[in-house]
């Protein structure tokens, strides 16, 4: 069983930079594949990045060159470092963990309770 724990959300303007820290219970922390997704009110659950067991990291086109997902093995944590952010990335933000390394949010076992990210203009 692993618990996560989604941290760093809040208001921020257009152009401006959050990062996201998702702290997760349990020894086995380093073998998950770790995934962040996003969620718009009126939207579906969407893929924003992933990271693998060995720090391989996969992004979504819209957030490419602008959003960096990394792990601290040690912390038990993944990041989300979030710059140059548009209104259109507001949402609610999910950390989830799982054992095949995919985008697709229904192969993940494990997900957090989401933070709330909301970019104004």
């Known amino acids: 069983q692993v618990q996560l724990v989604e941290s760093g959300g809040g208001l921020v303007q257009a152009g401006g930079s959050l990062r996201l820290s998702c702290a997760a219970s349990?020894?086995?922390?380093?073998?998950?594949?770790m995934g962040w997704f996003r969620q718009a009110p009126g939207k579906e659950r969407e893929f924003v990045a992933a990271i693998s067991w060995s720090s391989n990291t996969y992004y979504a086109d819209s957030v490419k060159r602008r959003f960096t997902i990394s792990r601290d093995n040690a912390k038990n944590t993944v990041y989300l470092q979030m710059n140059s952010l548009k209104p259109e990335d507001t949402a609610v933000y999910y950390c989830a963990a799982g054992t095949k390394a995919t985008m697709t949010p229904a192969h993940y076992d494990y997900w957090g309770q989401g933070t709330q990210v909301t970019v104004s203009l």
């Open positions: 349990g020894r086995t922390f380093s073998s998950y594949f």
